[in-house]
């Protein structure tokens, strides 16, 4: 039965004989090397370097003798620790025996229970032709021009091409934009922008408020009130382009429409077999989690959430939000990944033991697959990425994935999986991913 805890503590003794040895071989060193006052160098006796330099020799002696037995100890005892082991209850008394604790974590030991033959359901995710006009429309959007409209007022669905100056309430920095386009009539243009523009014409002023909500996107205007003053530049209408086999050769290297919709469901076939290999894997590892119940040490599940509000920074960056602008509570918000990070180390060390007992590794032809399939996307040579991994220390990491999923698809093979209809096929909260 595996323990409650990972963590270990070992009360440990240095005799007092090998206490005093070290003492005198550090106190020797130190007369050997001191400068005191009234002696030359190496000459000072030991009794004085002893009682000048008693704080210093303590601190050497410690930092050689603790470590070493700490070490003899875990060897002894044939453990391995996943922490740096922590030294309290120290009891430090010349010609006394040095005594101890040491604390740390060690991985935890437990039956693999069973994990061939899963019962797993799937949604389905068949690519529709719905899907392939809803990615073309996409492309029209991407593609539409704005061409003016003259002699008439603003309208619903009218892009207002304005000059603003909004200035805070209670005051602080203002907004300005030379020029701007407002979808008017929008859902998501505010509303004070729709009904003061809609119906006004090139060359007008308007002057509104705007009261932004405690969660508006935007950090700078969430939860204030604006005053604008508006000039209005231009109105203009968007232009879709027409859906034919010049639309076709504008946006893709295709010559027809027909040959545009298959490279279109192509890709979108392309995404859809990663989501679905994704969430098949999330699954897995969800179903392994489920079947096994062990301890796990805590700076694991402490690193891993740490890995996990990484992984929210980066996304907030990639969208071109500044984390550190970003209204959140950073610390609550780490906190919350706790149950998700323990599931992740859990379906870790799950699978870890499973690639060991089936004898599943990665080979050399599998590294270099995915370090071409890397650097194909990246633009470097494969031997330049391989040293660039290797100098961050991540090629291991990238080994350690590629065994995990080499893993996944291997009990995959073996598992009952039943295609449901989307809606009832729940997704899993957990996965190390």
């Known amino acids: 039965m595996a323990e409650a805890s990972c963590r270990r503590e070992l009360e440990l003794e240095i005799p007092a004989e090998e206490v005093s040895k070290k003492i005198e071989s550090v106190a020797k060193e130190f007369a050997r090397l001191a400068t005191i006052p009234g002696f030359r160098r190496g000459k000072a006796p030991v009794s004085l370097i002893r009682r000048r330099f008693a704080e210093d020799i303590k601190g050497e002696v410690l930092q050689t003798l603790v470590p070493e037995r700490v070490e ?14 922590k030294v309290d209850k120290l009891d430090y008394n010349e010609g006394q025996p040095l005594k101890f604790r040491a604390v740390f974590e060690v991985m935890p030991e437990f039956e693999l229970g069973s994990y061939k033959g899963l019962e797993l ?40 091409q304005v000059k603003l100056l909004g200035s805070p309430e209670g005051g602080g920095d203002p907004l300005k934009a030379d020029s701007v386009l407002c979808h008017i009539g929008a859902e998501e243009t505010m509303e004070p922008f729709n009904t003061n523009l809609k119906g006004a014409n090139v060359g007008e002023h308007k002057n509104f408020d705007v009261e ?11 939860g204030k009130k604006f005053h604008y003053a508006v000039e209005v530049l231009g109105i203009k209408v968007k232009k879709l382009p027409e859906l034919n086999d010049d639309f076709a050769k504008d946006v893709s290297d295709e010559k027809t429409l027909e ?5 279109v469901r192509e890709g979108l076939e392309h995404e859809r077999d990663h989501r679905h290999k994704e969430l098949l894997h999330e699954k897995v590892l969800a179903e392994l989690v489920k079947k096994h119940d062990f301890p796990v040490p805590e700076s694991l599940v402490e690193h891993q959430m740490d890995v996990r509000l990484e992984r929210v920074v980066r996304s907030l960056a990639a969208q071109g939000v500044d984390p550190r602008a970003v209204n959140v509570d950073w610390v609550a918000l780490r906190r919350r990944q706790e149950d998700r990070a323990r599931d992740d180390v859990k379906a870790e060390l799950i699978i870890d033991q499973i690639a060991t007992k089936e004898n ?18 990246s633009g470097e040579s494969v031997e330049a990425l391989r ?24 009990i995959e093979q073996s598992a009952n999986i039943k295609t449901v209809a989307a809606a009832s096929a729940a997704t899993p909260q957990s996965g190390a991913r």
């Open 212 to 222: 932004y909500p405690a969660d508006y996107p935007d950090p700078k205007l969430a």
């Open 259 to 263: 040959e545009l919709k298959k490279k």
């Open 360 to 377: 599943i590794d990665v080979s050399e032809e599998d590294v270099m697959r995915e370090l071409e399939h890397v650097a194909a996307h």
């Open 387 to 410: 040293a660039r991994l290797t100098k961050q220390g991540t090629l291991d990491r990238m080994k350690a994935k590629l065994r995990s999923d080499k893993t996944l698809e291997w």
């Open 121 to 160: 359901e799937m949604p389905a995710m068949d690519i529709t032709e719905q899907d392939v006009e809803k990615a073309l429309e996409e492309m029209r959007e991407r593609a539409a021009t704005f061409a003016p409209a003259e002699g008439r007022a603003i309208q619903d669905g009218d892009f207002a």
């Open 72 to 85: 003899k100890a875990v060897a002894e005892q044939k453990l391995t620790p996943v922490s740096q082991p």
